[in-house]
Each structure stands twice: as C-alpha cells, then as structure tokens.
C-alpha cells in the first residue's frame, strides 16, 4: 500500500484553516470492519505524537481543532484556525495492512507560518 | 503514561553495526502491545523500520529485512535494534515507539550517525 500525501509544503497564515490529503493505494478499511488510519505531528524540539487514529478519533489531549476525515482511499486532515504551536510536519499512516510490504508513512507534510 | 528512551552509541562506522536500546518506563513492556522501530534521515520523512511483541514475534520493513534485528529483554523492560552493514544511508534519527496503542508514544529520538 502506498500512501501519498499533498501538499508537501503547507504555508499558513496565523488564525487560517489547513487541510492535508492523504491517499491510499488500496482500501484501508479492515477486514473488522475499521479503518487504521493514523496521521501525527512532528514538532521542532519535541517527540513525536499520534493525533488521530482510526480516521477521525483525537488522540487524549489533542485539541479540539484538529479533525480526521474520510474512508476508503481518501483522507484528510484539518486544522480549523493555525496557531503558531501548530509548525511541525504532517504524516499519515495506515495500520491495516500489517506488517507493511512497502513504506507505511506518507510522504509527510511541512507546515509553516506564512 | 509510558516514557520511553532510546540510548547507544551515536557514531558508527561504515560497514559496522548500529545498536539501540529503547528503556520502557511506566508501564510494561510484556503488555499487548507492538513496539516499534522508526528513522528519520535528514531532509526525509518517517520510515518504518519493524516492530516486536512481548511474545518474541517481530514484522520488519522488507527493504531492511536482511540488515535488522528487534530483540526484546522483559527482564529489563526493553527492547533493541540492531542493523548491520551500515553505510551514510542510515544516517538518521532513530526512534522507538508505540505506533498504534491508546495512547500512543515515542521516545525522544535518537541521532545516529554513520561515518568513518
């Protein structure tokens, strides 16, 4: 399965509205029924976390203006209003077809404040 | 919530083998879950590198399977990675991780460097 990611670079005025894309391959939705799909964030200086899992459930303490949405092939990833705390990279990743034959990450995405 | 950290040698030469050992603290590591190995290289994106469960199975990316061991050590709560055969191309930062548990965590991140 190969997960492609756009954009690859995401400039973003303070206070505005983001959206990343995030397409697979092939289905993602598992033979139970649910869908693994997993987008985190990087940030400069911190470790790595998970945001959403299963398309659009928030990881505990991710706020409430990041959302998860899609199914079958098509995904996307929406910050409602930026803030600066939000720079980072963006990737998304499928847990369905496990383990992996090719790279499970999407390319990723760079987001910066305009 | 589980902390994790990754520790080893932060300099390895070509052709020689890198090893990294990821300390689970709050929780443990005999519990159902998949820890992971990730990379990143500089200027690229997260490569999943395989994973082991307490039981002693492992899954591997393919494009490292002949290069990668995940060996874990209940004893001391820890699991680790070995790649043999290192060139410049594994220059990268080294993460351990729980990727699909609730909740999900990584460590810190691990810089390693291979060169002569």
């Known amino acids: 399965v190969v997960m492609t990611q756009s954009p690859l670079s995401l400039p973003v005025t303070l206070g505005q509205p983001a959206s990343i894309s995030c397409k697979s391959s092939q289905s993602l939705v598992s033979s139970d029924g649910n869908t693994y799909l997993n987008w985190f964030q990087l940030r400069p200086g911190q470790s790595p976390r998970r945001l959403i899992y299963q398309v659009s459930k928030r990881d505990s303490g991710v706020p409430d203006r990041f959302s998860g949405s899609g199914s079958g092939t098509d995904f996307t990833l929406k910050i409602s209003t930026v803030e600066a705390d939000d720079v980072g990279s963006y990737y998304c990743m499928q847990g369905t077809h496990w383990p992996p034959e090719e790279d499970t990450f999407g390319q990723g995405t760079k987001l910066e404040i305009k | 919530q589980v902390q994790m950290q990754e520790s080893g040698p932060g300099l390895v030469k070509p052709s020689g083998t890198l090893s990294l050992t990821c300390t689970v603290s709050?929780?443990?590591?005999?519990?159902?879950?998949?820890w992971s190995w990730v990379r990143q290289p500089p200027g690229k994106g997260l490569e999943w590198i395989g994973e082991?469960?307490?039981?002693?199975?492992?899954n591997y990316n393919a494009s490292l399977r002949s290069r990668v061991t995940i060996s874990i050590n209940k004893s001391k709560n820890q699991f680790s990675l070995r790649l043999t055969s290192v060139t410049a191309a594994d220059t990268a930062v080294y993460y351990c991780?729980?990727?699909?548990?609730?909740?999900?965590?990584w460590g810190q991140g691990f810089p390693v460097t291979v060169s002569s």
């Open positions: 082991i469960h307490h039981t002693g199975n492992t």
């Open positions: 991780a729980n990727l699909v548990g609730l909740p999900s965590d």
């Open positions: 709050g929780g443990s590591i005999s519990s159902e879950i998949w």
